[in-house]
Each structure stands twice: as structure tokens, then as C-alpha cells.
């Protein structure tokens, strides 16, 4: 692990992806690089990525035009910890080491769920209409509530006790799973959903 809790080389990094999101799938990593108007370019030194926000898991086995992606991002070396989001099925949340040794109830991964039949027909319906036009989604109650519901569930399987940092990390984690979701005019896009998860836990 280098200064920023990340790990020192690319294969090392490879690694911890491909087990703590259980890949089995041949896959390279991209970085978004703001040299080429934030594009997605292959990873080479884990230099490129110390100050980036931004990495892709791109499935080398998937044909070019049906290609599979994940994303996840790396808050700048100054922060202690660092994310891991996916556009998978579940997204997850990897803590670094000096966080884990202060906080051992945490678990090492931090998994968004699926949630239930209706919520993710709603949510994959919202997503076409985000990828198309941008359209945010102002969720239902119910679909507000089995949002809340689902990640609440899989918090307590750990820990009842949550830092302000880890309801910023699980809130942040849901829109970048789901950027629909994004509330429009909160600096950060999930302020809401981190207090309606603290006022439900």
C-alpha cells in the first residue's frame, strides 16, 4: 500500500478488484485522464490515478460493441479513505487500511444491494431516461422507502453505528450506482439520502 492507503501497482490493484468484487472475467483498467478532456484511457503506473477520481473496469471477453463497464472512484491521496462504486449489480464501498484499523466494526466491503422487483423496474426505467435526456428521478415514498429499506439491511448485518464519513461514503455509493437518483441542487447530489439514512437508522 502506498502513502494513500492505495495499493503500490496496478496488478496489485487489479487484484484487489477482482477479488473483493468477486471478477472472474478477464478485465484491464482505464483512468479517466484530464489531458484528454476526462476520456478513458488503460492504466499503466498507479501514478496516473493519485489525484484522479475516476477508474473503469473495462471486460476484455465482451465484444467491442457489447462491451461491459464498471466504474468506481478514488477520492484525492489526502483522503483516508478510498471508494469503490460499481454499475453492476451491486456497488461497493473498499475502506483503506488506516480506516479499517480505526473502525474494525466496518466491514472490508460495503455492498449496495439490489432492491426489490418494483424498485429496480422503476429504477432501470429511470435510467433509460437518465442515459437519454438527463432526467433525474424524484422517487415515490414507496420507492424512497425500499431504497432506504435495502441499504439500511445491509448496513446492520455490520454495524447500527454509522460516522458522519460512512453515511457520505453509503449515500455517495447509491448515486453513483444509480446517478438517476442525483438530487438536483445539492452540491454533493445525495445530501437527502444521507439524512433520510440517518433518520431511518
Known amino acids: 500500500m502506498n502513502a494513500a492507503g492505495l495499493p503500490s501497482t496496478v496488478a496489485e490493484l487489479e487484484t484487489e478488484v477482482k477479488t473483493q468484487c468477486k471478477i472472474t472475467e478477464p478485465f484491464r483498467l482505464q483512468f479517466m485522464d484530464v489531458l484528454f478532456g476526462n476520456e478513458f484511457v488503460n492504466l499503466t503506473s498507479m501514478e496516473e490515478i493519485e489525484n484522479k477520481t475516476t477508474i473503469k473496469v473495462v471486460y476484455t471477453s465482451c465484444q467491442p460493441q457489447d462491451q461491459a463497464e464498471d466504474s468506481f472512484s478514488f ?18 464501498i ?10 474494525s466494526s466496518w466491514p472490508d466491503l460495503f455492498c449496495v444491494p439490489r432492491f426489490t422487483y418494483d424498485a429496480e423496474v422503476k429504477l432501470g426505467k429511470a435510467h433509460v431516461a437518465f442515459r437519454e ?5 424524484i422517487p415515490d415514498p414507496k420507492l424512497k422507502s425500499d431504497i432506504l429499506e435495502g441499504l439500511i439491511q445491509e448496513i446492520v448485518k455490520h454495524t447500527v453505528y454509522l460516522t458522519d464519513e460512512k453515511f457520505d461514503q453509503v449515500a455517495e455509493a447509491l448515486i453513483l450506482k ?13 445530501a437527502g439520502w444521507k439524512m433520510s439514512l440517518k433518520y431511518k437508522l
Open 75 to 92: 477520492p484525492s491521496t489526502s483522503a483516508p479513505d478510498y471508494t469503490l462504486s460499481s454499475s453492476g449489480d451491486s456497488t461497493v
Open 94 to 103: 473498499l475502506s483503506s487500511p488506516e480506516s479499517m484499523s480505526s473502525r
Open 133 to 137: 435526456n438527463g432526467m433525474l428521478l
Open 178 to 190: 444509480h446517478p438517476c437518483l442525483k438530487e438536483r441542487g445539492s452540491p454533493s447530489g445525495y
